[in-house]
């Protein structure tokens, strides 16, 4: 046998298990890697101060989860780095202009209360980094809502560089979608937004990365963003054509960064391939709901939350019988197991 041959690994330590060749901690450095483009974007459209928070984010999150499980008498995992994935995706979430200590409060909830609290990774019923970004929004909305012009807007008459509004604010408000705001520069991500979504492009290039790495599967970011395409194109939207609304929904907001790195986190999502594909449906039409009738321009976030509620039912809907069992011999058990109940209760009598 070829000792160079990479070692299959099945964890079998906790619900869902996933047969893979690869460790978490080389799965969490793929994810890493294929961040890397939106950082870079990040840096280079709001300048250096993006690292500040950046880095707070990924240092409070593994500070978290070392101090919590040394706390309660737990081994250390932050070697798995879990942990910096996580402060790195809540960062990303976060407007440019946000201050130092704002992930820092984010990092807590999400790590602490969302992910430690329920025994650590592969545990969490939510998302940590979206849990953590949800916090934040609730608890500082005024922060969360104040986006900075990139510098690819400077000097764009009638910009100002300290606050502007983002594709979706415009495109759900009442006013018009101005003429900058276009396929082009959204695509591109020469537009306000929260630092790692503004680059559909650089999302694009990690996601493919995590599939074609098999890091995640196609089936939940292609049935998200599939449904958000479908709904949108239908619905239309005043002032522009449905096929012009179902760009800018397509390529505006939180969509994509969601759609490949959120909604596919393997503890909140489902295991089966249906319910991954049902899974990322639900996601779809719950953020195109929220964008539609909701008081936020915006819905992934709570889209995926939600879905990440739901996960669980959606895996016991669709799980697969033990080979050799049919449907017949399922539903004589249930029969026998319901009389054998019905007997005991009229013995009780």
């Given at each position: 046998?070829?000792?160079?041959?990479?070692?299959?690994?099945?964890?079998?330590?906790?619900?869902?298990?996933?047969?893979?060749?690869?460790?978490?901690?080389?799965?969490?450095?793929?994810?890493?890697?294929?961040?890397?483009?939106?950082?870079?974007?990040?840096?280079?459209?709001?300048?250096?101060?993006t690292l500040i928070v950046i880095a707070s984010s990924v240092l409070s999150a593994v500070f978290f989860e070392w101090a919590i499980r040394k706390f309660r008498?737990?081994?250390?995992?932050?070697?798995?780095?879990?942990?910096?994935?996580?402060?790195?995706?809540?960062?990303?979430?976060?407007?440019?202009?946000?201050?130092?200590?704002?992930?820092?409060?984010?990092?807590?909830?999400?790590?602490?209360?969302?992910?430690?609290?329920?025994?650590?990774?592969?545990?969490?019923?939510?998302?940590?980094?979206?849990?953590?970004?949800?916090?934040?929004?609730?608890?500082?909305?005024?922060?969360?809502?104040?986006?900075?012009?990139?510098?690819?807007?400077?000097?764009?008459?009638?910009?100002?560089?300290?606050?502007?509004?983002?594709?979706?604010?415009?495109?759900?408000?009442?006013?018009?979608?101005?003429?900058?705001?276009?396929?082009?520069?959204?695509?591109?991500?020469?537009?306000?937004?929260?630092?790692?979504?503004?680059?559909?492009?650089?999302?694009?290039?990690?996601?493919?990365y995590l599939i074609a790495r098999k890091v995640i599967s196609w089936r939940i970011p292609v049935s998200f963003l599939g449904t958000v395409a479908i709904l949108?194109?239908?619905?239309?939207?005043?002032?522009?054509?449905?096929?012009?609304?179902?760009?800018?929904?397509?390529?505006?907001?939180?969509?994509?960064?969601?759609?490949?790195?959120?909604?596919?986190?393997?503890?909140?999502?489902?295991?089966?391939?249906?319910?991954?594909?049902?899974?990322?449906?639900?996601?779809?039409?719950?953020?195109?709901?929220?964008?539609?009738?909701?008081?936020?321009?915006?819905?992934?976030?709570?889209?995926?939350?939600?879905?990440?509620?739901?996960?669980?039912?959606?895996?016991?809907?669709?799980?697969?019988?033990?080979?050799?069992?049919?449907?017949?011999?399922?539903?004589?058990?249930?029969?026998?197991?319901?009389?054998?109940?019905?007997?005991?209760?009229?013995?009780?009598?």
């Open positions: 046998m070829n000792e160079k041959k990479e070692r299959i690994i099945l964890d079998v330590a906790y619900q869902p298990q996933i047969r893979t060749n690869m460790d978490t901690r080389r799965l969490m450095g793929c994810v890493l890697l294929s961040l890397l483009p939106a950082v870079i974007m990040a840096v280079w459209q709001f300048g250096p101060k008498k737990q081994s250390a995992s932050i070697g798995d780095l879990s942990a910096v994935v996580t402060g790195l995706l809540l960062a990303l979430t976060l407007p440019p202009t946000s201050p130092w200590w704002l992930p820092v409060i984010g990092t807590f909830f999400g790590i602490v209360v969302v992910k430690q609290l329920y025994g650590g990774i592969g545990k969490n019923f939510l998302n940590p980094a979206l849990a953590g970004r949800a916090f934040l929004l609730a608890s500082y909305a005024m922060l969360m809502g104040r986006f900075a012009a990139p510098a690819a807007m400077k000097g764009i008459e009638g910009v100002d560089a300290i606050s502007a509004a983002t594709p979706l604010a415009f495109l759900y408000g009442s006013e018009g979608m101005p003429a900058y705001y276009n396929v082009k520069t959204l695509f591109l991500g020469f537009v306000p937004g929260a630092m790692g979504e503004i680059s559909t492009l650089a999302l694009l290039i990690g996601g493919i949108t194109l239908i619905f239309g939207h005043e002032g522009m054509s449905n096929v012009q609304f179902m760009l800018y929904n397509l390529l505006s907001g939180g969509l994509v960064l969601g759609a490949f790195f959120m909604a596919t986190d393997y503890a909140t999502s489902p295991v089966t391939l249906n319910g991954q594909l049902l899974y990322g449906v639900g996601c779809g039409l719950i953020t195109v709901l929220i964008r539609y009738f909701g008081g936020f321009p915006e819905g992934v976030s709570y889209a995926i939350l939600l879905m990440n509620l739901c996960a669980w039912a959606i895996d016991k809907g669709f799980h697969r019988h033990q080979f050799g069992v049919s449907k017949e011999d399922i539903a004589a058990e249930k029969a026998a197991r319901k009389a054998e109940k019905k007997a005991a209760k009229e013995a009780a009598k």
